[in-house]
């Protein structure tokens, strides 16, 4: 009796073990699936760093096995930045027995770099040694970016503040984003008078591609940031290899090396276009929410920036013109008083007005009451007076109709200024070859009063495209 006794309590204690084992296998796998779904990269190492297990959320990002990540791997997977910083402050915890805490990048199974807040705590024995470390990696790169971009918008401020050169500003905001994204290209253009795509900064980029795309003329189907500016609206593009805005640029992209182009117009308070912001990969790819949102914080700095210097620009040309009025003035009244035949007098105020405005040259038309069309009177070119009279004038037919300089007359009988901006787009006409041959390209029209009747009209000459502020109409 007593040894079948023995028999049924071993077969017993023998079932009660195995039940225990299944229960604490059971544990064992319930804990892993735990630790697996939790939203962090969980590890075990060694007193000594060396690791012994990891999660697998920490496998799926570096692309590891429990047996390639295990021993010294991980600090393989630290950006070379970080590395040291790292390394010296584990040796410090490892002597210590202090809970560790750092920052750094880790890069994940497709070469990208993300920030990761690195916390683990230490495993003691009985006596009190440590024999194994427990941590947790958790994803901060959007928190480190948010940290980035409100340091530099910080920055940027106090640059627009401090009045700093716009190109300064238009750079530090380039580097801000480049930054941000290790493989991103930004770049901002500005928008001249004359609708032409202009360098504004674009650190990454080589400066032959700037060069060959500095005054580009926006348009619907130019690249990215071209069309971006002509449409007033944001242009996405994911792939440059096969998107027909790039159909008359793709060659000069494959030789750059960009493969994809998000460009944002950048527009001042009134819709007007200031510039454009684009970011280009060397790689296709669409942008995520978070590339949106900066996208926008970006363009919002640079029409500030832009704008403000802008509005500085106009004030001193504003001053500027204002001391000329007074000097146009007073050399006016001198010259009534000097000049004692009409010609010298109207010779002076030619000059006086080529002067201040910078022009090339101008001149002055009366209008035929019979005909309805405008006649050259006088004008001052290469320094000189010619008058209708002088051989080459009458040899350009100098009568208008009012149409070329007012295509609606009726602006001109209101007094209302009136800009050519490019003659060389008009049909071709001897009066226009006369023009074109001194190299003038843009006219300021202005009505021209004689006894508080609209009687003929001043033509102020410009041999570049130009744009004419409020003050000077």
């Known amino acids: 009796m007593g040894g079948s006794r023995n028999i049924i309590e071993q077969e017993q204690a023998s079932a009660d073990l195995e039940e225990a084992l299944k229960v604490i296998k059971q544990s064992e796998t319930e804990l892993r699936a735990i630790v697996d779904a939790l939203p962090a990269h ?39 930045d970080d590395v040291g910083a790292f390394v010296t402050k584990w040796s410090e915890v490892s002597t210590t027995g202090a809970p560790f805490d750092a920052e750094a990048r880790f890069r994940r199974f497709d070469g990208e770099y993300r920030w990761f807040l690195v916390r683990a705590v230490p495993l003691r024995d009985e006596s009190g040694t440590i024999i194994k470390w427990f941590g947790t990696n958790t994803d901060i790169e959007e928190r480190k970016k948010a940290d980035a971009v409100l340091a530099g918008e910080n920055q940027i401020l106090e640059m627009v503040a401090a009045g700093k050169p716009l190109t300064a500003i238009l750079e530090e905001l380039c580097c801000l984003v480049d930054s ?100 280009y990969w060397n790689k296709a790819r669409s942008p995520s929410p978070v590339h949106f949102h900066l996208i926008d914080q970006i363009t919002h700095l640079a029409a500030i920036a832009i704008e403000r ?18 000097n146009a003035f007073t050399r006016t009244v001198e010259a009534l008083v000097m000049e ?15 002067d201040e405005f910078n022009a090339h040259s101008s001149s002055v038309w009366r209008k035929d009451h019979v005909s309805g069309e405008v006649n050259f009177e006088v004008a001052l070119e290469g320094g000189k007076i010619v008058t209708k009279s002088d051989a080459s004038i009458v040899a350009a037919k100098p009568f208008l109709p009012i149409q070329y300089f007012w295509p609606l007359p009726e ?52 041999s570049h495209r130009r744009a004419f502020r409020p003050e000077e109409v």
């Not at 210097?309 to 007074?326: C, P, W, Y």
């Open 411 to 462: 602006d001109f009988h209101t007094g209302k200024p009136a800009v050519l901006e490019d003659i060389r787009q008009f049909p071709a006409f001897p009066w226009g070859d006369h023009l074109l041959a001194q190299g003038i390209i843009t006219i300021f029209c202005v009505p021209m009063l004689i006894a508080g009747q609209l009687e003929g009209l001043t033509g102020i000459r410009f």
């Open 180 to 279: 941000i994204s290790a493989d991103s290209m930004a770049s901002v253009l500005l928008v001249d008078s004359a609708n032409c795509l202009r360098a504004g900064a674009a650190p990454r980029f080589p400066k032959e591609f700037i060069s060959l795309i500095d005054g580009i003329r926006i348009g619907p189907t130019v690249g990215s940031c071209g069309t971006a500016a002509y449409r007033k609206e944001q242009v996405i593009v994911t792939d440059i290899e096969t998107d027909p805005l790039w159909a008359d640029y793709r060659e000069l992209a494959r030789t750059y090396g960009l493969h994809a182009g998000w460009s944002t117009p950048i527009l001042s308070p009134d819709r007007s276009v200031l510039g454009v912001f684009g970011i």
């Open 340 to 354: 004692s035949e009409t010609d010298g007098l109207v010779g002076h105020v030619l000059r006086t007005i080529t």
């Open 42 to 80: 969980a590890w075990c190492a060694r007193a000594d760093g060396y690791n012994v297990f990891c999660n697998q959320q920490w496998l799926d990002y570096g692309g590891f096995s429990q047996e390639t990540a295990r021993g010294w791997s991980w600090r393989d997977a630290i950006h070379p």
């Open 309 to 326: 210097q802008r509005s500085q620009e106009a004030l001193r040309a504003s001053e500027r013109f204002a001391r000329g009025q007074v």
